[in-house]
């Protein structure tokens, strides 16, 4: 939910850390036909799709109801389990108070619900994809200690003009990430499990390159925000990104600011190809079909 160039001033009616009244009881009951119709597609395609942590935490939230769920039902749970709660903000929010939030282990969630015209897709990412995408995996210990720790992280790298960087990791992990499971690839990321199309791409597509996770060539690889991923990177297990996380990254931005950006569709030497796409989807022009990321 961070935004780059946006305003540091919240707007009216929100708090000075952009925190607004979720306004639950003001959602109509086609906002929340909206959210159960897009709850049922994505479960109905997830089971055997998306990984352990991700479908213990929809059990746990028990996210479906009878539509859009109230933040502070949910924070109940979501308090005893990791310490974790949701707060709303009435949209894209500044890096710095984005990382502020995860740091104080508050997840930032737009209120609004898409259209039913808009099932598919919406250029800003909506409480469906911000609640059913990010929040399940927030219920997981050692998922919820790295997004914590990224928001520590994210602070440093506003300091040091390395948020670029810093946004390939984010986007590449806990947006658009897969891990490799005893039973297959499996969704992680929010990006996908939230839409319904890049959840069968992500997976199924010869067109991606799927490359092992390497925290260097995951920061030094440029992303695209109109289409489908042309890379995805998979890690071994959640520990991988804990592992990550204890790093401290001032030599490794010493040696980004003199290495060249990674192209999406580019293989370079050293690359743990697990798949090596054909990429034909880019090349054929693709298409806006997915729900965007926050």
């Keep these: 939910m961070s935004g780059e160039g946006i305003s540091s001033a919240p707007p009216p009616g929100a708090n000075q ?57 949910i924070n109940e749970e979501l308090q005893r389990l990791t310490g974790w709660s949701v707060v709303a903000v009435p949209g894209l929010v500044p890096d710095d108070v984005f990382f502020d939030h995860l740091a104080n282990r508050r997840f930032p969630a737009g209120q609004f619900i898409r259209t039913p015209h808009e099932l598919d897709y919406l250029q800003e990412p909506d409480i469906f994809h911000d609640v059913f995408g990010h929040v399940p995996m927030l219920t997981d210990p050692t998922f919820a200690d ?21 946004a390939r990791l984010y986007w590449y992990t806990v947006e658009f990430g897969l891990m490799n499971t005893p039973e297959g690839l499996r969704i992680y990321g929010a990006g996908i499990v939230s839409s319904r199309a890049e959840s069968i791409f992500a997976l199924d597509d010869p067109s991606p390159n799927r490359i092992g996770f390497e925290l260097e060539r995951v920061m030094r690889t440029l992303y695209r925000i109109d289409d489908f991923q042309q890379v995805y990177f998979v890690i071994d297990s959640i520990q991988t990104l804990q592992e990550v996380t204890l790093r401290d990254f001032g030599a490794l ?42």
């Design 17 to 73: 850390d952009w925190t607004i009244d979720q306004g639950w009881e003001a959602y109509s009951q086609a906002d929340h036909d909206v959210w159960i119709t897009l709850y049922e597609r994505q479960t109905q395609m997830l089971n055997g799709r998306a990984c352990d942590e991700f479908l213990r935490g929809l059990d746990a939230l028990d996210l479906h109801r009878a539509g859009i769920p109230d933040f502070k039902r």
């Design 146 to 166: 790295y997004m914590q720790a990224y928001g520590e992280g994210g602070r440093r790298a506003l300091g040091l003009g390395r948020l670029a960087n810093l």
């Design 253 to 294: 931005y010493e040696r980004l600011s003199g290495a060249s950006d990674i192209g999406v569709a580019e293989i370079v030497p050293g690359d743990a190809m697990i798949t090596r796409g054909t990429q034909a989807y880019a090349r054929a022009g693709g298409r806006l079909a997915r729900a965007p990321a926050g």
